[in-house]
């Protein structure tokens, strides 16, 4: 297991974090995720922790806040010392009935948080992230509050997730107006079947050294290795009750074709081709992995130890390039003689 710096920060997380959005579950979209309890969770937590990772991820609103719960009792079952975990959370979601029960204000965020430091049993939340944007409430409000939250002790680093480039572009600059606390990290969706992340923030993310989360790594399951064009109506497995995240089939299914081979070449499994296939690419800080079961979880920890070639990577990204698009292609152009000049210098 590799660790990363996330961001410009001094924190090194695990380069795969334990996901625990299969904790809690219920009877709506959550328990079509997972429905683990206590005794479950535990042990993946021990799996997890026994592999290596340091990095724990989960939300408020995940099983609306049965998973923060079950997720702080383990790190108490397991002994963990707390100084040698690294605990993420998340607020943004509807968590009440009230049109202040959601969103990044000063007025829902502040509770927030005080309510996940008490569903997690502890004293200060490692890596604190907005779930999604705020249209409604301005980005200052948002990043005050986020900045009081850190200066009380209550939250060390700051984060988002599923934000645009400019978004997170426009925080950063008015961090560094008011002199706020910025933001260390982006949760966002990625897989070598889902590139989009490439056009606009991954440049953006590494210009500006933000650390990125990647989330359903695997495509919601589209990934794993179980699916492909002869099984369209498969009736098992998470897509078939939850077709998250959407997804071009016909170009995955492309993809799946390439993996296979490369993952019989190394012996691995088609789902740990694409976890190291992210765990390859330079913006990525940490792949969160979630689980139902130990073994989905080992076989996801395998994925550190995969070494893929420069063939296997030229194959991998020649088959899932994105379409050229305005005005990449011609940054591509123009940029051609500059970039040339600049590898020479190297």
């Known amino acids: 297991m590799r660790y990363n710096k996330l961001?410009?920060?001094?924190?090194?997380?695990?380069?795969?974090?334990?996901?625990?959005?299969?904790?809690?579950?219920?009877?709506?979209m959550w328990g079509k995720i997972g429905q683990l309890g206590q005794d479950e969770a535990d042990a993946l937590v021990r799996?997890?922790?026994?592999?290596?990772?340091n990095f724990i991820d989960t939300a408020n609103v995940y099983s609306n806040g049965r998973s923060e719960e079950i997720t702080g009792q383990a790190i108490r079952n397991l002994g963990l010392k707390r100084e040698e975990i690294v605990v993420a959370t998340k607020a943004f979601g509807e968590m009440g009935g009230g049109p202040n029960a959601r969103g990044a204000s000063r007025y829902h965020l502040i509770d927030a948080c005080k309510a996940s430091l008490k569903r997690l049993q502890l004293d200060?939340?490692?890596?604190?992230?907005?779930?999604?944007?705020?249209?409604?409430?301005?980005?200052?409000?948002?990043?005050?509050?986020?900045?009081?939250?850190?200066?009380?002790?209550h939250v060390r680093y700051i984060g988002v997730s599923n934000w645009a480039a400019w978004q997170i572009v426009k925080a950063l600059g008015e961090s560094a107006r008011l002199g706020l606390h910025r933001f260390a990290s982006l949760q966002a969706y990625y897989t070598i079947a889902s590139r989009d992340l490439?056009?606009?923030?991954?440049?953006?993310?590494?210009?500006?050294e933000v650390g990125l989360m990647v989330w359903s790594p695997l495509a919601g399951g589209f990934l794993s290795g179980k699916y492909d064009r002869a099984d369209e109506s498969k009736t098992d497995g998470r897509r078939a009750t939850f077709d998250f995240p959407p997804i071009d089939k016909a170009r995955?299914?492309?993809?799946?074709?390439?993996?296979?081979p490369?993952?019989?070449a190394h012996g691995?499994?088609?789902?740990?081709?694409?976890?190291?296939?992210?765990?390859?690419?330079?913006?990525?800080?940490?792949?969160?992995?979630?689980?139902k079961r130990p073994d989905q979880l080992t076989d996801n920890l395998?994925?550190?130890?995969?070494?893929?070639?420069?063939?296997?990577?030229?194959?991998?990204?020649?088959?899932?390039?994105?379409?050229?698009?305005?005005p990449g292609w011609m940054f591509e152009r123009q940029g051609e003689y500059r970039r040339t000049l600049l590898e020479k210098m190297r």
């Open 47 to 53: 799996v997890a922790i026994d592999g290596g990772i």
């Open 7 to 28: 961001g410009r920060t001094g924190l090194f997380v695990s380069e795969l974090c334990l996901g625990t959005m299969t904790f809690g579950g219920g009877d709506d």
């Open 302 to 326: 395998a994925a550190t130890k995969v070494e893929l070639s420069a063939d296997d990577l030229a194959k991998l990204g020649e088959t899932s390039a994105l379409p050229a698009e305005y």
């Open 124 to 153: 200060h939340i490692d890596l604190y992230q907005i779930h999604g944007f705020d249209p409604a409430t301005p980005i200052e409000e948002t990043l005050r509050a986020l900045d009081t939250l850190v200066q009380h002790g």
């Open 252 to 260: 995955g299914y492309a993809i799946i074709d390439v993996m296979r």
């Open 268 to 291: 691995v499994s088609v789902a740990q081709v694409a976890l190291a296939w992210l765990l390859h690419q330079k913006a990525v800080s940490s792949v969160i992995v979630g689980a």
């Open 198 to 208: 490439e056009r606009e923030i991954v440049p953006a993310l590494l210009s500006e």
């Open 262 to 264: 490369i993952a019989e």
